[in-house]
């Protein structure tokens, strides 16, 4: 039976955590599937804060593995789905 993961990444403070999580999505590149950046903005506003929702490709190691690099990542809260297909 195939699974299917999808990760949430809360971000509480873009400047500060986006270096350290873009290295991470780049060291994890080939499990990213669907990469997807939220925050709120508008003409007079743009958010310190920020959602990253990731489509993983891979087995339950690989999606461990991706968690586990996230976790490390001070600051962000991380969730994970994983769908039974």
């Given at each position: 039976m195939a699974k299917r993961c999808v990760m949430g990444v809360l971000v509480p403070?873009?400047?500060q955590?986006?270096?350290q999580l873009q290295a991470?999505?780049?060291?994890?590149?080939?499990?990213?599937?669907?990469r997807l950046?939220?925050?709120d903005t508008d003409a007079n506003f743009c958010?310190?804060?920020g959602l990253v929702i990731l489509e993983?490709?891979?087995d339950d190691a690989a999606y461990d593995e991706v968690e586990k690099k996230l976790k490390a990542v001070k600051g962000l809260q991380?969730?994970?789905m994983i769908f039974e297909a």
């Open positions: 403070n873009r400047v955590n986006v270096p991470v999505l780049t060291e994890c590149g080939c499990q990213i599937r669907t950046g939220l925050h958010s310190p804060n993983l490709y891979g991380v969730q994970k």
